[in-house]
């Protein structure tokens, strides 16, 4: 068979094969484990109650909500009790809530991806899909259900994010890229802020660094994968949320590929859905004409 279909794996192909991989297992793992960590993400990130949503939302932190609660932290020069370990106090502070909603979230996550359970072919619950082994697998989850269920070679798989089980440095963040996002201590005079201030602003500054998922590098790191793409015929997505914060990769895709010549087949799980996913391949160029789609019990 011919390497003609490019598969792109998103997190309802594990979901559907009875992993528990969602964002909501991973925050009842935190809540179980760290729950210092659960209620960090909980203050102030405002991702929604089942975090499904957690990603993109850690663009979005509650700086103010850091800040005002650093500044309990924040004693005044002209303090009676004043001591020199209050010049560090307010940056711990900042530092404690920021180290844990980049570094320590990311050594959580990672820890429960690879404690998750992926059946055998012969435990599944549910029938199995016709996957093609010799094709391209572009894949956004971080197990090895593909290979572990449906015997993929590992040289037909991208895991563009990283996999659990080599022991490699997964990504997980957001798309805002950090050098379009203001500085804190940009402001118009800045001779006049407290200097504790200025460097626990730039903690949370480096924070958007830190959180940020680099697609434009990931995407050059294996620019080799994205070129074998040119002569296939057929994209398949089993699974995926066509989100924002995934945008760049299906670009690349695009740049890559006869879009003409180029039938697309889209898994879904509730109705609505076919409408987002309409726009959103729209948004990159994708007629709507191209796409069939399909409940992945139907393939």
Known sequence: MSQ??????????????????RYSNFKE???????????????????QEDWSDLEAALASIDVDNVVDNASQSLVAYSAEDWSDA?????QYEVNRIIEGLSVSLKERFSEWVSQLKVPTLGDLTVHPL??????????????PSLREIYS??????????????????????HAWNPVEIPSLND???????????????????????????????????????????????????LGHSLSLVDEAYFREIIRNINVDRIQWVVTYYREEEKNNYKVALSRIG??????????????
């Not at 993929?152 to 963040?173: F, T």
């Open 4 to 21: 003609d279909n490019l598969y792109i794996i998103g997190n309802g192909f594990d979901i559907y094969h009875g992993i528990s991989s």
């Open 29 to 47: 793992y935190l809540s179980d484990i760290d729950r210092s960590l659960h209620d960090l993400i909980e203050e102030f990130i405002p991702t």
């Open 86 to 90: 209050y010049h560090h106090d307010y």
């Open 130 to 143: 016709r996957l093609s082994v010799t094709s391209y697998y572009l894949n956004f989850n971080y197990t």
């Open 152 to 173: 993929v070679p590992k040289s037909n798989i991208l895991y563009i994010h990283g996999e659990a089980q080599e022991d490699e440095e997964l990504v997980l963040g």
């Open 187 to 237: 402001v118009s005079d800045p001779e006049s802020m407290d200097t504790r201030v200025m460097e626990g602003n730039e903690i949370i500054n480096d924070y958007f660094g830190q959180t940020f998922k680099n697609s434009e590098k990931i995407i050059s790191d294996n620019s080799a994968f994205f070129r074998c793409l040119a002569e296939i015929s057929k994209i398949t997505v």
């Open 286 to 299: 994708i007629s709507e004409n191209a796409i069939a789609f399909h409940k992945m019990t139907d393939l």
